[in-house]
Each structure stands twice: as C-alpha cells, then as structure tokens.
C-alpha cells in the first residue's frame, strides 16, 4: 500500500503563485486527483520503481506534499515529500513531482520546489533528496550524492542532493532506507 495522507486538519497557508496558480497543502481530498495527475505524466508501472518502496506504509511529511490549482481550481501540478534514512540519517525524500502536460514550461515545476522546501515545516530538515534528471534539477541546488545508495535498480547518477543547511550532506553515505520511528 503506498503511504497515508497529510492530516486534513493541517492548519495550513495558501501560497499565491504568480500569475495564475495558488499553492496548498495536499489533503486527503487531494490524493486521487494527484494520482491521476502522475499516471498521466509518467511512464506506466510507475508504482514499481524502487524508490514506491521507500513510501510504502510510511506517510507522506505533512505539509510540504503541495497542490498547484489554477484559479477554476483545476490541478496544474503536485508535489510530494516522504521522509527516509540514509544510514542513520533523516533526509525528504523530493518526489513525485509533476505538471500536467498543458501546463509546463512555465516555471510551475520549479516554483512547486522552492516553494515547498521553504514553508515553515521544511525547517524541521537538513537535506533533501531525490531520484531524478540531473539537467533539471542542477538548477535547483542539487547534485550527485556520491556513496548514496537508492535500492536497485537505480542508476547512481540519478540519486541527487541538495543541503538545506550549509554541509549537511558532508559525510552522508550509505544505503536509502524506510523511515521507521
Ligand atoms: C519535470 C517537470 C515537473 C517540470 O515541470 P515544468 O513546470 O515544465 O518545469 P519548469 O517550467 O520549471 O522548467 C522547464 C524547463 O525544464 C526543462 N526540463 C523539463 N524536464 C526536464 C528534464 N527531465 N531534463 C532536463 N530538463 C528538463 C525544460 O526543457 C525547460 O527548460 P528551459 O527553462 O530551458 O526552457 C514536468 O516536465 C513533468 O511533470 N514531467 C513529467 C514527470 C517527470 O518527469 N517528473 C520529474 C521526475 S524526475
């Protein structure tokens, strides 16, 4: 089963979104739509790559899983966080994101980023990871993580970081692991 939703009662902040999106929060009442919305942007099976099985039975961190809606309040694009462990460590783990094929280039992708690594609840982390295309997201901070090691298969050079206090990823090796209390 994939991870629990956000807490519908998050007392939660409505970012305005220049020029036409406003971003919130996920809530549960989110979670079909935004599936949809990623079987529609990403290749089918998505659910068995290896990284579905960092999320399995583990809930999503509330409130930086974020919804961008257009002003008829139609889904333009999603993001979502899970925590993970490398080694000992706590990392979010950055993914999915996606816009819908109508709505990219406009900067929606990389506003859903910042964004949500900047609301009040990111500061409770230090780093951030993901499994993605390095040219899209060098220009958002992130960088290969040598010794970072996804479950297989994973091409390493996919396996990228970004610090969100100065060097926190120094020193940082080992293998990527469920986040369990
Ligand atoms: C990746 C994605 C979220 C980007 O959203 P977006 O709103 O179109 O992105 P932005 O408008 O912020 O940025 C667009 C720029 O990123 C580039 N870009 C998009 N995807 C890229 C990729 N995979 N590799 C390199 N560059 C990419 C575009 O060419 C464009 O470049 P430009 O600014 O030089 O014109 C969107 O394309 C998407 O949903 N793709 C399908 C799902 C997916 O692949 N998600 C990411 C998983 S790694």
């Given at each position: 089963m994939l991870g629990r939703m956000p807490d519908?009662?998050?007392?939660?902040?409505?970012?305005?979104?220049?020029?036409?999106?406003?971003?919130?929060?996920?809530?549960?009442?989110?979670?079909?739509e935004v599936e949809a919305l990623y079987d529609l942007c990403f290749a089918p099976g998505r659910e068995a790559l290896s990284s579905y099985r960092l999320r399995d039975d583990v809930p999503a961190v509330s409130?930086?899983?974020?919804?961008?809606?257009?002003?008829?309040?139609?889904?333009a694009g999603a993001i979502r966080f899970w925590p993970?462990?490398?080694g000992?460590?706590?990392?979010?783990?950055?993914?999915?994101?996606?816009v819908h094929p109508t709505r990219q280039g406009e900067g929606l992708g990389g506003q859903l980023i910042e964004a949500s690594l900047n609301v009040p609840?990111?500061?409770?982390?230090?780093?951030?990871?993901?499994?993605?295309?390095?040219?899209?997201?060098?220009r958002f901070g992130f960088?290969?993580?040598?010794?970072?090691?996804?479950?297989?298969?994973?091409?390493?050079?996919?396996?990228?970081?970004?610090?969100?206090?100065?060097?926190?990823?120094?020193g940082v090796v080992g293998a990527v692991r469920r986040f369990a209390h």
């Open positions: 519908r009662s998050l007392n939660v902040t409505t970012i305005e979104l220049a020029p036409m999106y406003a971003l919130c929060p996920e809530t549960i009442d989110d979670w079909w409130g930086l899983s974020m919804v961008a809606r257009d002003s008829d309040g139609i889904l993970v462990r490398v000992d460590v706590p990392s979010l783990l950055l993914g999915p994101v996606a609840e990111a500061a409770a982390w230090d780093r951030v990871m993901l499994v993605g295309d390095a040219p899209y997201y060098k960088e290969r993580l040598e010794g970072v090691v996804m479950p297989p298969p994973t091409n390493p050079a996919r396996v990228l970081g970004r610090a969100l206090r100065s060097g926190a990823w120094d």
